[in-house]
């Protein structure tokens, strides 16, 4: 069982919001390091990034993997087809942060907790085995574009973890990993699992809206962001802070 669970990844995808459960604490790297994107073509290098979070408190998810998840995020919300008029660029948020490790220390498969699940969205993924980079955790995610048809058409069995990591005004993000041991996942326990949680602000996936209006790229921004636009997102003009505390 353990090898045909090896290389089993699994999403799923509802609302939640912050929670302010204690956590315990499993990683605390800062080191940083390139990760190359092979669907992309590119790298991400976040070593000089004035979006990275500097927070010298332990939390579940290092900062090499923060950022790879917010830059990833980006990039897929600036390459969408059609193209978006009106998509904001996404920070880290660390009250998100913690309401993810809230949820991630329970070693639960399933979207939590429920007294909290109105006004945030929610991705969830996990994987068995041998864990490399955070970025395996997400893919699927992303992957489901190709079962996506903008406006709101689904061909495959699950769309919405693709919209809510592009829906336009979701600019806020924060992330938990936890390892967890004995899990209960789809009828079967794992005996080693690798757990991601991703919570965003807004929530997207409203029922028959669209993730994002079409036209050219930053052609439709809010107004608060006063018509400065970055790699076809939407970027506020002025000096942006460091972390953004919600």
């Known amino acids: 069982m353990r090898a045909r669970c090896s290389h089993m990844v699994f999403a799923a995808i509802l609302w939640t919001m912050p929670c302010t459960t204690a956590a315990v604490v499993v990683t605390n790297t800062t080191e940083l390091f390139p990760i190359t994107v092979p669907e992309f073509g590119i790298e991400l290098n ?9 927070s ?3 939390r579940y998810i290092s900062s090499r993997d923060m950022m790879a998840l917010l830059e990833y995020h980006n990039l897929v919300r600036s390459q969408v087809f059609p193209p978006a ?24 498969w399933d979207h939590g907790p429920s007294h909290v699940m109105r006004y945030t969205g929610q991705n969830l993924s996990i994987i068995t085995g041998r864990y490399r980079s955070v970025l395996e955790l997400v893919k699927s995610w992303h992957g489901e574009k190709y079962s996506f048809s903008y406006p709101n058409r689904c061909t495959g069995s699950v769309c919405t973890h693709y919209t809510q990591m592009v829906w336009a005004s979701t600019n806020k993000i924060g992330c938990a990993i936890n390892r967890c041991s004995n ?6 326990t794992w005996k080693q699992a690798t757990l991601l949680v991703c919570n965003y602000s807004i929530k997207g996936n409203w029922v028959g809206e669209a993730p994002y209006k079409t036209g050219k790229p930053c052609s439709a921004c809010p107004s608060i962001y006063g018509g400065s636009c970055n790699k076809n997102q939407c970027v506020t003009s002025r000096p942006r ?6």
Not at 48 to 54: G, Q
Not at 183 to 188: D, L, S
Not at 241 to 246: G, I, T
């Open 46 to 54: 976040w070593r000089n990034s004035s979006y990275a979070p500097h």
């Open 56 to 58: 010298r408190r332990k």
């Open 85 to 108: 008029a009106n998509m904001e660029y996404m920070v880290w948020n660390e009250k998100l942060a913690r309401s993810a490790e809230s949820w991630a220390s329970q070693c639960i």
């Open 183 to 188: 899990m209960y996942v789809f009828g079967a």
């Open 241 to 246: 802070k460091k972390l953004d505390r919600f």
